[in-house]
Every structure is written in C-alpha cells, then in structure tokens.
Nanobody, 116 residues
Framework: QVQLVESGGGLVQPGGSLTLSCTGS????????MSWYRQAPGKERELVAR????????NYADSVKGRFVMSRDNAKKAVYLQMNSLKPEDTAVYYC?????????WGQGTQVTVSS
C-alpha cells in the first residue's frame, strides 16, 4: 500500500521558518520524481518545488525561489521542504507528491499558517 506522510506544519509568524517532511512507503521511492504542492483556500493547487529522481536538479515556483529549499534522501525515503522568510501568502495546505509515468501518489497534506 502506497503511503506518503507529511509532517512539520504549524503556525508561524511572518519572517519565520518551518521545515516540512514527507516519508514514503509501499513504492520504490528512488524511482519517483518527488514534489511539494500547496493549496490555499479558494485557490487551485500549485507546484512549489520538484525534484527529479536524484536531487541534482530541483525546480521551484517563482514565488518561493530564494526562500524555500527542497531536499531528498532516497535512503530514508524522505523529502523535505525548508521554508524561510515565510509570508502570509504562503499560508496553505502543503502536499507531498510522488510521480512516475501513470503512477501519481499524494499525501494527506499538512497545514501551514503564516500569521502574526
């Protein structure tokens, strides 16, 4: 059974930092592209960052470039999203995604709220 479990969300003040984690099981983690998405209330889900099979190339949404850093550890079957200089507009549910051809798996999401 495929599972992606996110953790690390919470309430943080503007300018603060959070690190999200996602652990996968039930599939060959190293064969999958891994991504972080987010969905704010009333908005469509959007891509935040994507890592290929290796962490050598990671693409970021323009809105988070220079503030967020994604990393992956294939040995631990985990990806991380370090979020710095957080803004109120970063408030959303953050989802972990694993993709390989027709196989597309999602975690349950973790809430990030940026507010003073």
């Amino acid at each position: 059974q495929v599972q992606l479990v996110e953790s690390g969300g919470g309430l943080v003040q503007p300018g603060g930092s959070l690190t999200l984690s996602c652990t996968g099981s039930g599939f060959t983690f190293s064969y999958y592209a891994m991504s972080w998405y987010r969905q704010a209330p009333g908005k469509e889900r959007e891509l935040v960052a994507r890592s290929g099979i290796t962490a050598g190339r990671i693409n970021y949404a323009d809105s988070v470039k220079g503030r967020f850093v994604m990393s992956r550890d294939n040995a631990k079957k985990a990806v991380y999203l370090q979020m710095n200089s957080l803004k109120p507009e970063d408030t959303a549910v953050y989802y972990c995604n694993a993709y390989q051809f027709a196989n597309d798996h999602w975690g349950q999401g973790t809430q990030v709220t940026v507010s003073s």
